[in-house]
């Protein structure tokens, strides 16, 4: 066995490459090559005889690869230079197809190899393979060289040939044909093979005693072959402590002046150091450092491999792609040592699900491939791919806590599928897709349908990158409506695709694409911005427009930047935080709620409504719904679409319905489309309405027609206002009872029996059920409390029947009971007793729900006030400093000056003019006709003065008054007066 291989080198080998080649498109194909292999290539390309004895003079060259023919330097001609510059250095042709003479004939000239362009995959290793030979022949070289000169040493000086020897680390020998033992062996035998030099002199083929047992019979064929010289072999060696060496031995023959071999040379080098090496590179060209398992490269090749046997012998094989489950996931939140970790587990495992001849390959990240070879049937692909589903489901210990981890897996068959391996991979990755698509945690088998979709995807997901570029997108608004006022109370943004040749594309196609890609984000930035200066234009213009529900996705709530981004929306539509909703589905709550409480609670205080979206689809948790800082939730339609006619799905309405009233959250229905749905969900107190049976979301333009018209719900349907009050008689109805509430305004429905009372309770909404015991009134009752739980029950029960219903007293279904037979005056008083209570209590939610209206809008208002007061204020302070500087400015004047506002009052004087007018006091805060003298008064009254303003004559003495207006920046409004003396004009 070959010692394990170490760990891989730092550091890439640096190789020299010269290129004979006249296309610098095959020289860049072959360097890319080599670089893939693990080499830093240097290299230079020529193709003229003149450049290429420059490129061997200026240079030592590791590989030399030349091109089957380039114009002006036949190859023939090239080696021939090259081999008088360097004869050992590695020569590899380069041709275009297979079967070409010129290739062989050039090989026969001195090439090493030839490396045809079709496949690029044997360049490596006959490059690796030639550096070694190259490496052995320059060392042999100067061995051979060192025996002729000991030879020559042995004609002249035994004593000067010993010295040499003995300092040469490389092994020789030399062996007497004639006599057939060795004459001469240096010291180096024992440091290389680690036997004594002695045994060598008794035995020339000792050292063939010593060879590891795995290359012995090769070894020993190979030199009996080359008794007379000419052996060239690698083979490890067994040492005495045990330890195993890599050795190359070459021998060669030493003839007389007449050509006769006189002796044999032989040269041994240790060469394991550079077998490592060689083995270390392979390793890390087709082996994944960190799972250990074959790489992309490897598993290709060995597809490759698989593919063309099971063609030759006519047997089915599979290909498996797996790709893990929420690793991205996991390897965030846990971190990349922990992703690490799992990705080795995980591959152990694999690998334990496989026969021996299976191959299993990380192709990268979190993708693994499999080779099934020699399958009789698909059902043998199915079964290793439910042992690998299966040992995945059991947990990985991370850090010390148990992580489950599921795989999507896809599975393709050669030759049913595909008959070459790129395709078969392409077939695998789709059916991979299909897997995860269907929920994950499974295997799918590739079908021609799968190809077909995922080329449609493929095209709408490059399409889908064009689209907000070219402003495909487009917004549409789907109402919602008050089930207290049936008026609009608010809109949900939804985002269409124009697409240009598709027209509409249903959100459902594209939004799962813009998560997968990531566009969601940018995308929902659009949306944003968007709704909100369609909300704010609304309001400019009057339309009644409470807020607007924009949906954020799970990528955008985990963004940093998602408060900035709102507030910037905000600020730039010039849209109040409190006419902005935003919704966001459960799973995107739960999926890290710890953090989703933090953004959701900065969001708030923003100002922000915060909804959670299809309530009830997903897993959350009533602790964490408490700590969210959420204003509704939304019922999801999958509840609202069998509520009338599934008793369950009503009792969870009803639930949801009143656990979020408790936490003090309003309700949102979603998705409904019938009057009898509506009813339902008004008998059980839902707040707010959204479906088709109102509207279908609307371009901005239809929105607008809807709000200009005021559509609003049924006002017989809703809580509060105009309904007529509805009774149900089951079992026969009482003629004068139903005659005289249908005279006093009240609708009597009519049900035989208890099916036929659960249509009616599913279609319309009443507010007494009547049924009588003889025509399972019970049960009729029973739907009622499930269905309208709001609806008073009243049973007409005789005492025959009183036991066996009994227990319907108990269990809330029957509130009150009249003895039959019944007084019809009795039962019609207790009935409109009822409809009044109901008016009452209605009228008084109706109230509370327009105060409840009036207080906000008295707040939106308060708001806005508290906005203009500080304005104001802020104008207010500014004007005072600014009268408090010119005021001050004004006592540094030397001529009286005043400033009148409007009113007449001084809100101005200097100290001139306070002695003028005032004498001991001050003109401040007094009316100019109190203090002022007629002539001023005069002129104050023209209102304006002449450029030099107008004479008057004052305690005797002449000025120039002249009149300006005050300063509009001031909080005060009026004149300014300034008395010029006249000998100063």
Same mark, same amino acid.
């Given at each position: 066995?070959?010692?394990?291989?170490?760990?891989?080198?730092?550091?890439?080998?640096?190789?020299?490459? $010269?290129? *004979?080649?006249?296309?610098?498109?095959?020289?860049?194909?072959?360097?890319?090559?080599?670089?893939?292999?693990?080499?830093?290539?240097?290299?230079?390309?020529?193709?003229?005889?003149?450049?290429?004895?420059?490129?061997?003079?200026?240079?030592?060259?590791?590989?030399?690869?030349?091109?089957?023919?380039?114009?002006?330097?036949?190859?023939?001609?090239?080696?021939?230079?090259?081999?008088?510059?360097?004869?050992?250095?590695?020569?590899?042709?380069?041709?275009?197809?297979?079967?070409?003479?010129?290739?062989?004939?050039?090989?026969?000239?001195?090439?090493?190899?030839?490396?045809?362009?079709?496949?690029?995959?044997?360049?490596?290793?006959?490059?690796?393979?030639?550096?070694?030979?190259?490496?052995?022949?320059?060392?042999?070289?100067?061995?051979?060289?060192?025996?002729?000169?000991?030879?020559?040493?042995?004609?002249?000086?035994?004593?000067?040939?010993?010295?040499?020897?003995?300092?040469?680390?490389?092994?020789?020998?030399?062996?007497?044909?004639?006599?057939?033992?060795?004459?001469?062996?240096?010291?180096?035998?024992?440091?290389?093979?680690?036997?004594?030099?002695?045994?060598?002199?008794?035995?020339?083929?000792?050292?063939?005693?010593?060879?590891?047992?795995?290359?012995?019979?090769?070894?020993?064929?190979?030199?009996?072959?080359?008794?007379?010289?000419?052996?060239?072999?690698?083979?490890?060696?067994?040492?005495?402590?045990?330890?195993?060496?890599?050795?190359?031995?070459? #021998?060669?023959?030493?003839?007389?002046?007449?050509?006769?071999?006189?002796?044999?040379?032989?040269?041994?080098?240790?060469?394991?150091?550079?077998?490592?090496?060689?083995?270390?590179?392979?390793?890390?060209?087709?082996?994944?450092?960190?799972?250990?398992?074959?790489?992309?490269?490897?598993?290709?090749?060995?597809?490759?491999?698989?593919?063309?046997?099971?063609?030759?012998?006519?047997?089915?094989?599979?290909?498996?792609?797996?790709?893990?489950?929420?690793?991205?996931?996991?390897?965030?939140?846990?971190?990349?040592?922990?992703?690490?970790?799992?990705?080795?587990?995980?591959?152990?495992?694999?690998?334990?699900?496989?026969?021996?001849?299976? #191959?299993?390959?990380?192709?990268?990240?979190?993708?693994?491939?499999?080779?099934?070879?020699?399958?009789?049937?698909?059902?043998?692909?199915?079964?290793?791919?439910?042992?690998?589903?299966?040992?995945?489901?059991?947990?990985?210990?991370?850090?010390?806590?148990?992580?489950?981890?599921?795989?999507?897996?896809? *599975?393709?068959?050669?030759?049913?599928?595909?008959?070459?391996?790129?395709?078969?991979?392409?077939?695998?990755?789709?059916?991979?897709?299909?897997?995860?698509?269907?929920?994950?945690?499974?295997?799918?088998?590739?079908?021609?349908?799968?190809?077909?979709?995922?080329?449609?995807? $493929?095209?709408?997901?490059?399409?889908?990158?064009?689209?907000?570029?070219?402003?495909?997108?487009?917004?549409?608004?789907?109402?919602?409506?008050?089930?207290?006022?049936?008026?609009?109370?608010?809109?949900?943004? $939804? *985002?269409?695709?124009?697409?240009?040749?598709?027209?509409?594309?249903?959100?459902?196609?594209?939004?799962?694409?813009?998560?997968?890609?990531?566009? *969601?984000?940018?995308?929902?930035?659009?949306?944003?911005?968007?709704?909100?200066?369609?909300?704010?234009?609304?309001?400019?213009?009057?339309?009644?427009?409470?807020?607007?529900?924009?949906?954020?996705?799970?990528?955008?709530?985990?963004?940093?930047?998602?408060?900035?981004?709102?507030?910037?929306?905000?600020?730039?539509?010039?849209?109040?935080?409190?006419?902005?909703?935003?919704?966001?589905?459960?799973?995107?709550?739960?999926?890290?709620?710890?953090?989703?409480?933090?953004?959701?609670?900065?969001?708030?205080?923003?100002?922000?409504?915060?909804?959670?979206?299809?309530?009830?689809?997903?897993?959350?948790?009533?602790?964490?719904?408490?700590?969210?800082?959420?204003?509704?939730?939304?019922?999801?339609?999958?509840?609202?679409?069998?509520?009338?006619?599934?008793?369950?799905?009503?009792?969870?309405?009803?639930?949801?319905?009143?656990?979020?009233?408790?936490?003090?959250?309003?309700?949102?229905?979603?998705?409904?489309?019938?009057?009898?749905?509506?009813?339902?969900?008004?008998?059980?107190?839902?707040?707010?309405?959204?479906?088709?049976?109102?509207?279908?979301?609307?371009?901005?333009?239809?929105?607008?027609?809807?709000?200009?018209?005021?559509?609003?719900?049924?006002?017989?349907?809703?809580?509060?206002?105009?309904?007529?009050?509805?009774?149900?008689?089951?079992?026969?109805?009482?003629?004068?009872?139903?005659?005289?509430?249908?005279?006093?305004?009240?609708?009597?429905?009519?049900?035989?029996?208890?099916?036929?009372?659960?249509?009616?309770?599913?279609?319309?909404?009443?507010?007494?059920?009547?049924?009588?015991?003889?025509?399972?009134?019970?049960?009729?009752?029973?739907?009622?409390?499930?269905?309208?739980?709001?609806?008073?029950?009243?049973?007409?029960?005789?005492?025959?029947?009183?036991?066996?219903?009994?227990?319907?007293?108990?269990?809330?279904?029957?509130?009150?009971?009249?003895?039959?037979?019944?007084?019809?005056?009795?039962?019609?008083?207790?009935?409109?007793?009822?409809?009044?209570?109901?008016?009452?209590?209605?009228?008084?939610?109706?109230?509370?729900?327009?105060?409840?209206?009036?207080?906000?809008?008295?707040?939106?208002?308060?708001?806005?006030?508290?906005?203009?007061?500080?304005?104001?204020?802020?104008?207010?302070?500014?004007?005072?400093?600014?009268?408090?500087?010119?005021?001050?400015?004004?006592?540094?004047?030397?001529?009286?000056?005043?400033?009148?506002?409007?009113?007449?009052?001084?809100?101005?004087?200097?100290?001139?003019?306070?002695?003028?007018?005032?004498?001991?006091?001050?003109?401040?805060?007094?009316?100019?006709?109190?203090?002022?003298?007629?002539?001023?008064?005069?002129?104050?009254?023209?209102?304006?003065?002449?450029?030099?303003?107008?004479?008057?004559?004052?305690?005797?003495?002449?000025?120039?008054?002249?009149?300006?207006?005050?300063?509009?920046?001031?909080?005060?409004?009026?004149?300014?007066?300034?008395?010029?003396?006249?000998?100063?004009?």
């Amino acid at each position: 066995m070959r010692p394990p291989a170490e760990p891989p080198p730092t550091q890439q080998l640096l190789l020299h490459v $010269l290129f *004979i080649d006249a296309s610098a498109d095959d020289a860049a194909l072959l360097q890319r090559a080599l670089q893939s292999g693990g080499f830093d290539v240097v290299a230079r390309r020529v193709d003229t005889p003149a450049e290429l004895r420059d490129a061997l003079r200026q240079q030592a060259w590791d590989l030399v690869l030349l091109a089957r023919a380039v114009p002006g330097l036949p190859v023939g001609d090239a080696l021939a230079v090259l081999r008088g510059v360097d004869p050992d250095v590695p020569a590899i042709l380069f041709s275009g197809r297979p079967g070409d003479e010129t290739a062989s004939c050039t090989l026969d000239e001195g090439a090493q190899d030839c490396i045809y362009k079709s496949n690029l995959a044997r360049l490596l290793p006959v490059v690796e393979r030639e550096l070694r030979q190259a490496a052995l022949r320059r060392g042999g070289r100067v061995a051979t060289q060192a025996v002729r000169r000991v030879e020559s040493a042995l004609q002249q000086s035994e004593e000067r040939f010993l010295q040499l020897a003995a300092n040469i680390p490389e092994c020789f020998w030399l062996i007497d044909v004639e006599l057939r033992k060795v004459v001469y062996v240096n010291a180096a035998y024992e440091q290389i093979w680690g036997r004594r030099v002695e045994d060598l002199y008794k035995d020339r083929m000792d050292w063939l005693r010593h060879v590891h047992p795995e290359d012995f019979e090769r070894v020993a064929e190979a030199a009996r072959a080359a008794a007379l010289g000419g052996l060239n072999e690698d083979f490890r060696t067994v040492r005495p402590d045990g330890s195993v060496r890599w050795l190359h031995v070459r #021998t060669f023959p030493i003839r007389d002046e007449n050509g006769a071999v006189r002796s044999v040379g032989g040269v041994a080098n240790d060469v394991s150091s550079f077998v490592d090496q060689q083995q270390r590179l392979t390793h890390l060209a087709h082996y994944d450092s960190l799972t250990a398992l074959p790489n992309r490269l490897l598993f290709y090749e060995r597809l490759s491999g698989a593919v063309a046997l099971a063609r030759r012998n006519g047997w089915k094989l599979g290909v498996l792609f797996i790709d893990l489950d929420r690793f991205k996931s996991i390897n965030d939140t846990l971190g990349h040592i922990a992703g690490d970790e799992l990705l080795r587990q995980i591959a152990g495992r694999l690998s334990g699900c496989l026969r021996e001849s299976d #191959t299993v390959g990380r192709l990268g990240g979190d993708e693994f491939a499999v080779i099934l070879p020699e399958l009789e049937d698909g059902q043998q692909a199915s079964i290793v791919a439910r042992k690998i589903v299966d040992a995945l489901t059991l947990p990985v210990q991370l850090e010390g806590e148990d992580v489950f981890v599921t795989a999507s897996i896809g *599975i393709t068959l050669f030759p049913d599928d595909a008959d070459d391996l790129h395709t078969l991979l392409r077939n695998a990755d789709t059916a991979m897709y299909r897997a995860k698509e269907v929920g994950r945690n499974n295997y799918q088998f590739f079908t021609a349908a799968m190809n077909e979709r995922a080329r449609e995807r $493929l095209q709408l997901e490059t399409d889908l990158r064009h689209a907000l570029l070219r402003d495909e997108f487009v917004l549409h608004y789907q109402p919602k409506a008050s089930c207290a006022s049936g008026r609009i109370c608010g809109v949900e943004a $939804l *985002i269409r695709w124009n697409h240009p040749l598709r027209g509409l594309v249903p959100p459902s196609e594209f939004i799962p694409l813009l998560e997968e890609t990531g566009l *969601i984000v940018q995308v929902g930035q659009w949306v944003l911005r968007t709704a909100c200066a369609q909300a704010q234009a609304w309001r400019a213009a009057g339309l009644a427009v409470p807020n607007v529900a924009v949906n954020l996705s799970g990528r955008q709530l985990q963004s940093d930047l998602l408060v900035e981004e709102v507030v910037a929306a905000l600020e730039e539509s010039g849209l109040p935080a409190a006419a902005l909703e935003l919704e966001l589905t459960e799973s995107v709550l739960m999926h890290n709620a710890e953090s989703a409480v933090r953004t959701l609670n900065r969001l708030k205080a923003k100002g922000v409504g915060l909804s959670v979206d299809d309530f009830g689809t997903g897993y959350s948790s009533l602790s964490y719904l408490k700590r969210f800082p959420l204003d509704s939730i939304k019922v999801d339609r999958s509840f609202v679409q069998d509520i009338a006619a599934d008793p369950d799905d009503a009792s969870i309405t009803r639930a949801v319905i009143t656990m979020a009233h408790h936490l003090k959250l309003k309700v949102v229905a979603e998705g409904v489309e019938t009057e009898g749905q509506l009813s339902l969900l008004i008998a059980n107190r839902c707040d707010q309405i959204q479906g088709y049976y109102f509207s279908r979301p609307l371009p901005a333009a239809g929105l607008e027609a809807l709000l200009h018209e005021d559509r609003r719900l049924p006002a017989d349907l809703l809580r509060a206002g105009e309904r007529r009050r509805a009774m149900l008689f089951v079992g026969p109805v009482l003629p004068a009872l139903d005659e005289q509430l249908e005279r006093d305004g009240y609708r009597v429905f009519a049900a035989p029996d208890a099916a036929q009372a659960r249509a009616v309770l599913a279609a319309h909404r009443v507010d007494v059920v009547v049924a009588r015991v003889d025509t399972d009134g019970v049960d009729g009752l029973r739907a009622a409390a499930a269905m309208q739980p709001d609806a008073e029950r009243i049973l007409l029960c005789d005492d025959a029947s009183w036991g066996r219903v009994a227990g319907a007293f108990g269990d809330g279904t029957v509130q009150r009971c009249f003895h039959l037979p019944v007084d019809e005056a009795t039962l019609r008083r207790a009935v409109e007793g009822v409809f009044q209570s109901r008016d009452q209590i209605e009228e008084g939610q109706r109230l509370g729900h327009e105060a409840q209206h009036t207080s906000s809008e008295l707040l939106r208002l308060g708001e806005a006030l508290r906005r203009l007061q500080g304005e104001n204020e802020n104008l207010r302070v500014r004007g005072d400093t600014a009268l408090g500087l010119l005021q001050e400015f004004t006592q540094y004047i030397p001529w009286p000056l005043i400033g009148i506002d409007d009113e007449g009052l001084v809100a101005l004087s200097n100290e001139p003019a306070d002695l003028l007018f005032a004498q001991q006091t001050t003109l401040l805060g007094q009316f100019s006709d109190e203090v002022l003298p007629a002539a001023l008064l005069a002129v104050l009254e023209a209102g304006q003065t002449g450029r030099r303003g107008e004479a008057v004559k004052l305690a005797g003495r002449a000025y120039r008054a002249t009149i300006k207006p005050l300063d509009a920046q001031l909080p005060a409004r009026g004149r300014l007066l300034l008395l010029i003396p006249e000998e100063t004009n």
